[in-house]
């Protein structure tokens, strides 16, 4: 009995680290050796950056962004049950030339479910920004940057790129300042980088000092010759990585 019980607990635990092992990606050294299974930054050569934004849409702020971003478009990743409650932010947000990318149906990170859940939220998203963007989203990125093992499979099999980042901001955090977001996005940005930043949720003000930090964000990118595109454009004819369609290395979802 205690042999069995031994013998179950210990696959247990197996599994269990079998379903949260690519949770490791959220580690820098750990997410530049998965960039051929998941994209961090692209290599293509041009001057060119991602501004990235997760946790929208919030009805109110969106069009705050949009205006401040101007002609500059953007990679909004947002939220499926937010944007079956907004969809007249997403759609503006389209009609002025940004992208909407997806950032899971809710903000519950991905170490709390189990692989049912996590298939049913990841698809609801994918269908909720479909409907809503007129398209659907081509890249995926988890609350937090936490993966497991169901979503890193099941991304490329709806279409959407695994995705994390390069540099952030850390905007979302009660402490940071608008010269610090400024900073560090800027101390990060180089050709290929996707840099993130926050457009909803976090503590009181922060977004009021992100959106306060984005045109000195934007002109410091210009200063260094630096242009702002979305994802989709940034990974134009980058010669590495996995294609969405590339379920070989991804793995059976379930």
């Not at 002609?71 to 907004?86: I, L, S």
């Not at 890249?139 to 099999?157: D, E, H, L, S």
Request: net charge positive.
């Amino acid at each position: 009995m205690r042999t069995r019980t031994g013998i179950a607990v210990t696959a247990g635990l197996g599994l269990a680290a079998a379903q949260f092992a690519p949770a490791a990606t959220f580690f820098p050294p750990v997410r530049r050796l998965a960039e051929p299974w998941m994209l961090s930054r692209a290599h293509t050569g041009r001057a060119e950056v991602a501004l990235t934004f997760d946790d929208g849409p919030d009805p109110d702020l969106a069009p705050r962004f949009a205006d401040v971003l101007g002609a500059y478009p953007a990679t909004f990743f947002w939220q499926g049950g937010r944007v079956r409650a907004h969809g007249a932010a997403v759609a503006a947000t389209v009609a002025a030339g940004h992208e909407i990318a997806c950032h899971g149906d809710d903000h519950r990170t991905l170490a709390r479910l189990g692989p049912d859940a996590t298939a049913g939220a990841l698809r609801r998203a994918r269908d909720a920004i479909a409907e809503a963007a007129g398209h659907p989203p081509a890249f995926y990125r988890p609350a937090y940057g936490v993966w497991n093992a169901t979503a890193w499979a099941m991304a490329p099999r709806l279409g959407m790129r695994r995705t994390l980042w390069s540099k952030w901001a850390w905007d979302w955090h009660a402490r940071t300042t608008t010269p610090q977001i400024i900073d560090r996005i800027l101390a990060g940005a180089r050709p290929g980088a996707i840099l993130l930043l926050h457009d909803a949720d976090g503590a009181p003000g922060a977004t009021g000092r992100t959106l306060a930090a984005l045109p000195e964000i934007l002109d410091g990118l210009m200063a260094r010759g630096l242009a702002p595109v979305t994802l989709s454009t940034l990974i134009a004819g980058a010669p590495e990585g996995y294609s969405a369609s590339d379920t070989g290395r991804a793995g059976a979802a379930r």
